[in-house]
Each structure stands twice: as C-alpha cells, then as structure tokens.
C-alpha cells in the first residue's frame, strides 16, 4: 500500500511538471486564447486554407503498369545522368535538380488532366514526391508517387531504357 501511494505521488509530480513546462513553451497560445484573440473563425479559416493543399497519392507497381497501359505519362525525377544511365521505358525526364528550368516546358507540352506517376531511386528518395507536390502545384489534377521508383522495377524484371539495362 506504501508503494501504491508513493507511485501516485510521483504521476501528480510528473503530471504537475509536464502541465508547467507545456504552458511555458505555449504561453502565448494560452495568452491569446484567454484574451479572445483565438477564435474559432480564425481557425476554421487556417482548416480551409490547409485542406486546400493537396499531396500526391502513393503509387504501387500494378498502379505504374495500369497507368502506361492507359496512357498515363511515366516521369523520372533523378538527374539527367541517372536517367540516360537506366530508366521505365517511355518514362520522361523532368529532374528535381533543374526544376525551375525545365517546368515551363513540361506545363506547355503536357495537358493538366493526364495521370502522372513519379518515380526516382527508390525508397529514401524524395525527388518524386517533391516532383509530385510541385506538379499539384502546377494544375495538375492526377499525380502519384512510385516509391519503389527505378530499382523496384528493374529488380522486378519490367522493362528498361539506357545504357546500363
């Protein structure tokens, strides 16, 4: 029964200690809440304004042979070395690196309601997502992600362009 009471006694002090440290990080928060300044419009209109942000959905490999089969538009964000060394067949190359460059280009030629699948060096790589959220950005209304990117398929034997095949 002792310990019973020593073991409450001690989540009152951890309770007490994280409420006081919480309150000195967010001090203004809870300044502004109790001054009226946060108000439920104010965040109703943030909500608003995030959901309008939109992220690209992931992609699998059944989803990147569908779209090729239907004519969606297969787009390599590694750099141009990488993609002359090995990319999907009928891939496009629209690298990360010289994004700024090449995107005016690519939004002329290519119309803003064609699927389009993402893909770099695999997991770990962000140039296909950030491709991905760029080309939302863009207008783009249908823009997914393949994670797997280049090694996933050419590990899984699909086919392949460039010198290293």
């Known amino acids: 029964m002792n310990d019973l009471k020593r073991i409450g006694l ?4 951890l309770i007490a200690f994280s409420a006081l440290i ?9 300044l502004d809440a109790f001054s ?20 690209p959905l992931p992609a ?15 787009v390599d964000a590694r750099s141009p070395e990488l993609y002359t060394m ?19 280009e690519f939004l002329e030629k290519i119309v803003r309601d064609r699927a389009i699948i993402t893909y770099c060096s ?8 950030d491709l991905g959220v760029r080309l939302l950005e863009a207008g783009y209304l249908d823009v997914r992600v393949f994670e797997g990117g280049y090694p996933e398929w050419r ?9 290293s095949r």
């Open 36 to 55: 009226g300044q946060l108000s439920a419009p104010q965040c109703q209109a943030e909500l608003e304004e995030n959901a309008l942000i939109s992220l």
């Open 22 to 30: 919480g309150l000195t990080l967010n001090y203004q928060l809870v």
């Open 122 to 129: 695999g997991f770990g790589c962000p140039d296909s997502f």
């Open 60 to 74: 699998m490999i059944g989803d990147v042979q569908q779209a090729i089969a239907f004519g969606g538009l297969i």
């Open 10 to 13: 001690e989540a009152c002090v």
């Open 155 to 163: 590990d899984a034997g699909l086919p392949v362009t460039g010198e």
């Open 86 to 104: 090995g990319h999907i067949d009928g891939a496009v190359s629209l690298p990360m690196v010289e994004i700024d460059a090449v995107l005016p």
